[in-house]
């Protein structure tokens, strides 16, 4: 029996993460078709395919085209998931408002009773609109990109859970913000529809203040699910979920080293690169690529500040990419904005080694400042910005494995 043919449709699909989705969700084909809108209605009166998802911008411009419509879909007015029956009919449906149900759902997030401020108005709201008045919240107020001004959004300071389905601070433009959450002294949760970067500067606000988060990657794989189900007629197990959710924010996060100077993490992750076919990024010596001279030359001629900030311009460019592995200088930690390039799309481990085993060589401040020095001011920051800590072994094969260990165990808690 031949497999059945699905795929996306949309413009543009370039960055489309769906293949590797439905590929841990179901055994069947699953093809990227981006075309122009005037071809959206001759490939679907075509009817070569068994199931389709729709992507923008044409969830709504299939919806003429289509025989029946389910009542979520209906109600949101878009469509996001065609199924070509037995019969050879089309019928619609929005799985993003079950993908958006099961993002609350995973990380506990009760709407009922609360005041939802969602920022911007396009499809995605109108999902994050239904959903939340399907649950009962007991005011939701929307704020288009026209409205999102500091006089607008004190206004809603009593806001209980905030929803951003706008695009400010997708990737490439990563590090905006559509808001400060300093203007929500209340909330109880914030959550982001956008999955590329893993951890959105408003999702970084919202760690930075102890507000419970959630990210769009558990909202794409769910709808993926749910789509699954209707491609195959069949439900998926939650474990296949679990697990689809888990390896596709493994492949695509970086694996980000910090430590003290020496201690082992250009080594390490040249290791680890290599045993998982990641491209390996040493950010010193990148550094030196741009500067055209090497450290102790910069840190001699133009001082520390210039090399701190070359140093964020070169982390700034490697943080935002997907599946590196990026060593770190020893002191990169320091500045708060490094802090946060770290976080938004990598797993961070930080790598530990006793400070009498740290060499001097080729590094600057280790040579004028003593390691316990180094260590006292860096300490904390190591361990704000890290998801765990591991020793590091005199055999690097041994660390080798601790670290692959730690990583095939890792699951990200904000996925």
Not at 185 to 192: I, K, S
Not at 220 to 246: C, N
Not at 350 to 357: Q, W, Y
Request: with cysteine; glycine share 8%; proline share 6%.
């Amino acid at each position: 029996m031949s497999k059945l043919r699905c795929g996306l449709i949309g413009n543009p699909l370039g960055h489309s993460w769906s293949p590797e989705i439905h590929a841990i969700l179901g055994d069947y084909d699953y093809t990227l078709w981006p075309m122009e809108e005037d071809a959206v209605a001759p490939f679907l009166y075509a009817r070569d395919f068994d199931a389709i998802n729709v992507t923008i911008p044409y969830k709504k411009t299939v919806m003429p085209h289509l025989d029946r419509i389910a009542d979520e879909a209906r109600r949101i007015g878009s469509v996001n998931t065609i199924v070509k029956e037995a019969d050879g009919s089309l019928s619609g449906y929005n799985t993003d408002y079950f993908g958006f149900s099961a993002m609350l759902d995973r990380r506990g997030f009760a709407l009922a009773g609360k005041k939802v401020v969602i920022l911007g108005s396009g499809g995605a709201s109108v999902t994050a609109q239904t959903v939340a008045a399907d649950r009962g919240a007991r005011e939701v107020a929307v704020i288009t990109h026209r409205e999102n001004t500091p006089e607008t959004l004190a206004k809603h300071g009593d806001a209980e859970i905030l929803v951003n389905t706008t695009p400010v601070g997708m990737f490439p433009k990563n590090g905006e913000s559509p808001a400060s959450l300093a203007f929500f002294p209340h909330l109880e949760a914030v959550v982001d529809m956008i999955y590329n970067p893993a951890r959105t500067a408003l999702i970084l606000d919202a760690e930075e203040r102890g507000i419970p988060s959630v990210s769009g990657l558990p909202m794409l794989v769910a709808q993926a699910k749910m789509a699954a189900e209707l491609f195959m007629h069949a439900p998926i197990p939650d474990t296949v979920f679990g697990a689809a959710l888990t390896a596709v924010s493994k492949a695509k996060r970086n694996l980000a080293l910090v430590g003290m100077p020496g201690c082992g993490k250009s080594t390490v992750g040249r290791l680890f690169a290599e045993k998982t076919g990641r491209t390996f990024i040493d950010l010193d010596e990148e550094i030196v690529k741009e500067a055209g001279r090497p450290i102790p030359a910069i840190f001699a001629e133009d001082g520390e500040a210039v090399f701190r900030d070359l140093e964020s311009a070169v982390l700034a460019r490697f943080s935002k990419q997907s599946s590196l592995v990026i060593a770190t200088g020893g002191g990169a930690v320091i500045r708060a904005e490094n802090r946060h390039l770290l976080r938004e799309n990598s797993v961070v481990l930080h790598l530990t080694r006793p400070l009498d085993a740290l060499p001097k060589d080729g590094r600057p401040l280790s040579q004028t400042h003593s390691a316990e020095s180094l260590w006292e001011a860096r300490r904390d920051f190591y361990r704000a910005v890290s998801d765990a800590e591991l020793p590091v072994d005199p055999d690097p094969a041994l660390t080798l494995a601790r670290v692959t260990s730690w990583w095939d165990g890792f699951s990200d808690a904000n996925a």
